[in-house]
């Protein structure tokens, strides 16, 4: 994103592929990884998880090459305003906050996901997430 412009796919490709790849090679290594984007598209979310083969179908693959659980923070526009106008130094404007949630195609099966209200305190939505990691909830084998 320059000067507060949002990207388009085509910027946005070849990041979610090298995203990926990093996320391929940590798998490879037997290592789990957390990865935080803003995937808000079906298509993105596909991409991380089959790489640049994803680019071409956006049919699920019969099995993916990353097992990857997205964490969909959902929450009104304003609350996620308020804490957009609080951060400082941020690379996201908060007057991009319309765009994103216009751009948002929320997860649906099959994806592998969670939602999480980001209307509770900050100390349950980290345990939210944690126990759905350390108890494999909705992960693909």
């Not at 089959?50 to 929450?75: C, M, R, W, Y």
Request: glycine share 4%; with cysteine.
């Amino acid at each position: 994103m320059a000067g507060g412009t949002p990207l388009n796919d085509e910027d946005r490709i070849p990041w979610l592929c090298t995203l990926h790849n990093i996320l391929r090679r940590e798998d490879s290594s037997r290592q789990d990884a957390i990865l935080a984007c803003s995937a808000l598209k079906k298509m993105y979310r596909h991409i991380l998880v089959n790489g640049a083969s994803a680019i071409e179908t956006e049919q699920p693959e019969e099995k993916p090459s990353l097992k990857i659980l997205f964490v969909h923070l959902d929450g009104p526009i304003d609350i996620i305003a308020s804490r957009l106008e609080k951060r400082r130094g941020h690379f996201m404007p908060p007057k991009l906050l319309k765009s994103q949630f216009d751009t948002l195609e929320p997860p649906s099966a099959p994806e592998n996901f969670i939602t999480v209200s980001l209307e509770k305190p900050l100390p349950e939505i980290v345990l939210e997430i944690e126990s759905a990691i350390l108890q494999g909830e909705a992960l693909v084998e």
